[in-house]
Nanobody, 124 residues
Framework: QVQLVESGGGLVQSGGSLRLSCVAS????????VGWFRQAPGKERERVAY????????NYTESVKGRFTISSETAKNAVFLEMNSLSPEDTAVYSC?????????????????WGQGTQVTVST
């Protein structure tokens, strides 16, 4: 069964850090580009960052550059999102999904497989 499971969310104060995990089962994550998205209440889902391990590239949305780092670990079949200097504007449900590689991190189009998401809440 193909599955993505996110974890690591929680409540943190402004300026704090969290590390999110996206663990895959039923397929090898390294074969795909993996993206982190977030959706805040009343807002559109926003792509945060993605990684293509096979192409050794990453891509970040402007608002998280320098604060968030996406990485992968083959042995754990997982992708991580290290989030530092968090602000209340980062509050959202964070989810991961997969896409095809091959664009050298210029294009990310989800295949439609999503995890259940993990809530990140940043307090002032």
């Amino acid at each position: 069964q193909v599955q993505l499971v996110e974890s690591g969310g929680g409540l943190v104060q402004s300026g704090g850090s969290l590390r999110l995990s996206c663990v895959a089962s039923g397929f090898t994550l390294d074969a795909y580009a993996v993206g982190w998205f977030r959706q805040a209440p009343g807002k559109e889902r926003e792509r945060v960052a993605y990684i293509s391990s096979s192409e050794n590239c990453t891509n970040y949305t402007e608002s998280v550059k320098g604060r968030f780092t996406i990485s992968s670990e083959t042995a754990k079949n997982a992708v991580f999102l290290e989030m530092n200097s968090l602000s209340p504007e980062d509050t959202a449900v964070y989810s991961c999904t997969v896409a095809g590689p091959g664009s050298r991190c210029r294009v990310f189009t989800s295949f439609g497989t999503w995890g259940q998401g993990t809530q990140v809440t940043v307090s002032t």
